[in-house]
């Protein structure tokens, strides 16, 4: 199945339309993302691409290896320099990918990441607020 990730900056919320499930927004600042929802494909893999002379983005992402005893701990945030895309395993732990924001208050930007992923489309989820009371906190910057 294939969909795009348009991913943009209001202020400092950033909104993820993943035309595959729909809208998704996270929270934080120009420095940093709030993430409390996760999820893995049991059953298929996943591609993430810019488009050509695309953006950097980062993508947050557990190891396959932790199956469903997923702890906060086990996340890690990859930064991508816009010149690659990445592909997703099966079961490996994963959200939306994240866009920096432009610099300047108030500044809008908006990009696609190219987004194809199985026809099989299951997928397991947590929420970490409600599973482990905190937030994932992702910084936007390899300086933070």
Not at 38 to 61: A, E, K, W
Not at 81 to 109: L, N
Request: glycine letters at 10%; hydrophobic letters at 40%; charged letters at 20%.
């Amino acid at each position: 199945m294939r969909s795009d990730f348009r991913c943009r900056w209001v202020d400092d919320i950033l909104y993820t339309d993943d035309f595959a499930v729909g809208k998704l927004l996270s929270e934080g600042s120009r420095d940093y993302i709030l993430v409390r929802d996760t999820n893995y494909h049991p059953d298929s893999g996943q591609v993430i691409c810019p488009p050509p002379g695309g953006p950097s983005f980062i993508l947050l992402l557990a190891s396959a290896e932790v199956g469903d005893a997923i702890r906060p701990e086990h996340f890690r945030a990859f930064y991508f320099d816009g010149s690659v895309g990445f592909q997703i395993a099966p079961g490996v732990w994963h959200y939306a990918p994240y866009i920096q924001p432009a610099s300047g208050s108030g500044d809008k930007a908006e990009v696609s990441l190219y987004n194809k992923q199985g026809s099989v489309f299951a997928c397991v989820g947590a929420d970490t607020v409600n599973e482990f009371g905190v937030y994932l906190k992702v910084p936007l910057t390899l300086d933070s």
